[in-house]
């Protein structure tokens, strides 16, 4: 039969009281429309049997019957059964969404979705036995996805209520759905139905049908390597062969299922060291519990990198987009104040808008449970600080490409008028490549605020790096952090900061009378106009030094530039001894 005459046959039948819309499903037995009910003034689900009189169509009518005796969200309702001549139908609710299959068709879906998913199918499943159905096969194309993401059940055809046992010469379609016992003929049991809700919630987590064989079927890490391995473990143990060693029941699963809600463990996180327990003291197990309650669906913890003067970072993975970030958090004590969380969000807001190869990219800020954090691009690299302190001072070219990169990127982020303020070798990453991305820009001090000495410190907790008038207290504008980055190259050069003291007051007083180490000393292989350059951007007065990141950037590359004579000489010299760091 034609869909165009199964259409006229059921309209001919119900018209009275539906309209019919289209079909929206069809094989040779049956038809699923969607219509409206006329009296009621609803959209309904419309299921026509257009087999006549023979046991299909009692199969139809006891289906009908084991869906009228549930009454649960996460099932369909059956509003009206009956048979019109050679037509039997029942109409229920009209689900507006997609089914699984089509969903996961698009990819395997969310982690928080698959919880959602396992919330209602255990749940409908314990319904059912409560009231002695086993449902025994739900297939990715009967179970319905709403948009507001609820999952519901339409279809019992294999159910306890509607037959006995699988008939020998049935061959039921989705069998991946039925647990092996069920397949071969035997009658089930609510472990049996574990097996199933296992099997859809593996399709939901991979978009893979699992093997015929439980012994066959992959883990889903080997198919999906981000499983959270609360999941894996539930949905492995759902799928064993033998029924036993599944849950006993439903409410047991979705309880296991609840209690790992939100933690999406994949890798115990460690401590990056002794310097993070150090800032966050006694009670860090309390802060990550809370941090991951905090979290949620949204971010899974998975170990701390590191730590400073406003939290923690740690490394993280976003489990909506499925990448790894880096997530700081700020310690609760600076978030207390909430002129100072505004001001914190302001500049956050600022910062994001910056786009550069140079800039770690900010991606979100978020608050949650008293907690504020924001995600960034992960670099998968040491900062200068470790880098230094690792291989000693750096080669010349390599100090230089550092300044060409922080300079372009200090001259867009100016032109933006935003200031970093807390340039400093532990804000200087270095990606795997050797690129430049710098962070934490004009992050640092809107939490800090600006009174006197609130000028960047780094991790000797004294402020090394701060333009003095900066630790004056002074207004700050670019040219600090030009000033800083001076530093940071001298940092970079010697192997060492350039100005050391136990007190900002002993830093400011070798600052202001510029008692700056002689680099000519130290890296003799170094071109003296360089070495001018650099002398000029680290002058205290801030007038003598360069106005602009472009100013410092050009004057930089004239320094730089060899005239024909010197790279001569150069070859020579290269020629008879092999390059020398001639580092201290
Ligand atoms: N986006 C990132 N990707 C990778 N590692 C990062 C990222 N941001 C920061 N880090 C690492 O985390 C460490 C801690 O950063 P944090 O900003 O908390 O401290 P800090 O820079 O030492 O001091 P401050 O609190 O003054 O900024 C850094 O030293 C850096 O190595
Ligand atoms: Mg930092």
Same mark, same amino acid.
């Given at each position: 039969?034609?869909?165009?005459? +199964?259409?006229?046959?059921?309209?001919?039948?119900?018209?009275?009281?539906?309209?019919? @819309?289209?079909?929206?499903?069809?094989?040779?037995?049956?038809?699923?429309?969607?219509?409206?009910?006329?009296?009621?003034?609803?959209?309904?689900?419309?299921?026509?049997?257009?087999?006549?009189?023979?046991?299909?169509?009692?199969?139809?009518?006891?289906?009908?019957?084991?869906?009228?005796?549930?009454?649960?969200?996460?099932?369909?309702?059956?509003?009206?059964?009956?048979?019109?001549?050679?037509?039997?139908?029942?109409?229920?609710?009209?689900?507006?969404?997609?089914?699984?299959?089509?969903?996961?068709?698009?990819?395997?879906?969310?982690?928080?979705?698959?919880?959602?998913?396992?919330?209602?199918?255990?749940?409908?499943?314990?319904?059912?036995?409560?009231?002695?159905?086993?449902?025994?096969?739900?297939?990715?194309?009967?179970?319905?996805?709403?948009?507001?993401?609820?999952?519901?059940?339409?279809?019992?055809?294999?159910?306890?209520?509607?037959?006995?046992?699988?008939?020998?010469?049935?061959?039921?379609?989705?069998?991946?759905?039925?647990?092996?016992?069920?397949?071969?003929? +035997?009658?089930? @049991?609510?472990?049996?139905?574990?097996?199933?809700?296992?099997?859809?919630?593996?399709?939901?987590?991979?978009?893979?049908?699992?093997?015929?064989?439980? &012994?066959?079927?992959?883990?889903?890490?080997?198919?999906?390597?981000?499983?959270?391995?609360?999941?894996?473990?539930?949905?492995?143990?759902?799928?064993?062969?033998?029924?036993?060693?599944?849950?006993?029941?439903?409410?047991?699963?979705?309880?296991?299922?609840?209690?790992?809600?939100?933690?999406?463990?994949?890798?115990?996180?460690?401590?990056?060291?002794?310097?993070?327990?150090?800032?966050?003291?006694?009670?860090?197990?309390?802060?990550?519990?809370?941090?991951?309650?905090?979290?949620?669906?949204?971010?899974?913890?998975?170990?701390?990198?590191?730590?400073?003067?406003?939290?923690?970072?740690?490394? #993280?993975?976003?489990?909506?987009?499925?990448?790894?970030?880096?997530?700081?958090?700020?310690? $609760?004590?600076?978030?207390?104040?909430?002129?100072?969380?505004?001001?914190?969000?302001?500049?956050?807001?600022?910062?994001?808008?910056?786009?550069? $190869?140079?800039?770690?990219?900010?991606?979100?800020?978020?608050?949650?449970?008293?907690?504020?954090?924001?995600?960034?691009?992960?670099?998968?690299? $040491?900062?200068?600080?470790?880098?230094? &302190?690792?291989?000693?001072?750096?080669?010349?070219?390599?100090?230089?490409?550092?300044?060409?990169?922080?300079?372009? #990127?200090?001259?867009?982020?100016?032109?933006?008028?935003?200031?970093?303020?807390?340039?400093? $070798?532990?804000?200087?990453?270095?990606?795997?490549?050797?690129?430049?991305?710098?962070?934490?820009?004009?992050?640092?001090?809107?939490? !800090?605020?600006?009174?006197?000495?609130?000028?960047?410190?780094?991790?000797?907790?004294?402020?090394?790096?701060?333009?003095?008038?900066?630790?004056?207290?002074?207004?700050?504008?670019?040219?600090?952090?030009?000033?800083?980055?001076?530093?940071?190259?001298?940092? #970079?050069?010697?192997?060492?900061?350039?100005?050391?003291?136990?007190?900002?007051?002993?830093?400011?007083?070798?600052?202001?009378?510029?008692?700056?180490?002689?680099?000519? &000393?130290?890296?003799?292989?170094?071109?003296?106009?360089?070495? !001018?350059?650099?002398?000029?951007?680290?002058?205290?007065?801030?007038?003598?030094?360069?106005?602009?990141?472009?100013?410092?950037?050009?004057?930089?590359? &004239?320094?730089?530039?060899?005239?024909?004579?010197?790279?001569?000489?150069?070859?020579?010299?290269?020629?008879?001894?092999?390059?020398?760091?001639?580092?201290?």
């Amino acid at each position: 039969m034609s869909s165009s005459d +199964a259409f006229a046959r059921a309209e001919h039948a119900l018209g009275a009281r539906y309209r019919l @819309e289209r079909a929206v499903a069809e094989n040779s037995e049956r038809v699923l429309f969607v219509g409206q009910d006329k009296v009621l003034n609803r959209r309904v689900s419309i299921r026509v049997n257009l087999t006549g009189e023979d046991p299909l169509r009692a199969w139809f009518l006891r289906e009908a019957e084991a869906l009228a005796q549930l009454d649960h969200p996460a099932i369909r309702h059956v509003y009206d059964v009956g048979v019109v001549g050679e037509i039997a139908y029942r109409v229920g609710n009209w689900i507006d969404g997609e089914s699984l299959e089509t969903a996961a068709a698009r990819g395997p879906r969310l982690y928080p979705a698959v919880h959602a998913l396992a919330r209602d199918v255990l749940s409908a499943l314990e319904h059912s036995h409560t009231q002695g159905i086993l449902v025994r096969r739900i297939v990715p194309a009967g179970m319905i996805l709403s948009h507001s993401g609820r999952g519901t059940v339409t279809d019992l055809r294999f159910c306890s209520w509607a037959l006995p046992a699988i008939p020998p010469g049935i061959e039921p379609s989705g069998k991946a759905f039925m647990a092996p016992e069920v397949r071969n003929g +035997a009658v089930g @049991e609510p472990a049996s139905d574990i097996y199933t809700a296992g099997a859809v919630l593996y399709f939901a987590l991979t978009g893979m049908v699992p093997e015929l064989d439980p &012994e066959a079927i992959p883990r889903p890490s080997d198919l999906r390597p981000t499983t959270p391995r609360a999941v894996e473990r539930i949905v492995i143990r759902a799928l064993q062969r033998d029924p036993r060693q599944r849950y006993m029941s439903a409410a047991e699963m979705l309880e296991d299922f609840a209690s790992e809600a939100g933690t999406f463990e994949t890798v115990p996180v460690r401590p990056g060291g002794a310097q993070v327990a150090a800032t966050v003291g006694a009670g860090s197990k309390e802060w990550e519990k809370l941090l991951r309650r905090a979290l949620g669906d949204d971010y899974e913890l998975l170990d701390a990198i590191g730590s400073g003067g406003f939290g923690r970072v740690y490394r #993280a993975r976003d489990l909506h987009l499925e990448r790894e970030v880096a997530l700081k958090v700020l310690h $609760p004590a600076l978030t207390r104040d909430p002129a100072g969380v505004e001001r914190f969000r302001r500049e956050a807001q600022h910062a994001a808008r910056l786009s550069h $190869p140079n800039i770690v990219d900010i991606y979100d800020i978020q608050g949650r449970s008293g907690l504020l954090w924001y995600t960034m691009e992960l670099v998968r690299g $040491p900062n200068l600080a470790q880098l230094v &302190e690792e291989q000693g001072a750096l080669p010349i070219p390599r100090v230089l490409r550092l300044l060409r990169e922080a300079l372009s #990127a200090l001259s867009q982020a100016h032109a933006q008028n935003l200031v970093h303020r807390d340039i400093k $070798p532990e804000n200087m990453l270095l990606a795997p490549g050797g690129n430049l991305k710098i962070t934490d820009f004009g992050l640092a001090l809107a939490l !800090r605020g600006q009174g006197r000495f609130s000028g960047a410190t780094s991790q000797s907790g004294t402020p090394q790096f701060a333009s003095p008038e900066q630790l004056l207290g002074e207004r700050v504008d670019q040219r600090s952090d030009l000033y800083s980055l001076a530093a940071v190259a001298y940092f #970079a050069l010697l192997g060492y900061p350039a100005f050391t003291g136990a007190t900002p007051e002993q830093i400011l007083a070798r600052q202001t009378t510029d008692q700056i180490p002689d680099l000519r &000393e130290e890296r003799p292989e170094l071109n003296p106009r360089v070495v !001018r350059v650099l002398e000029r951007a680290i002058q205290a007065a801030p007038d003598r030094r360069f106005a602009s990141a472009a100013e410092f950037q050009q004057a930089l590359r &004239e320094a730089s530039r060899r005239t024909f004579l010197e790279r001569a000489v150069d070859m020579v010299r290269r020629a008879a001894n092999p390059p020398n760091r001639g580092s201290s």
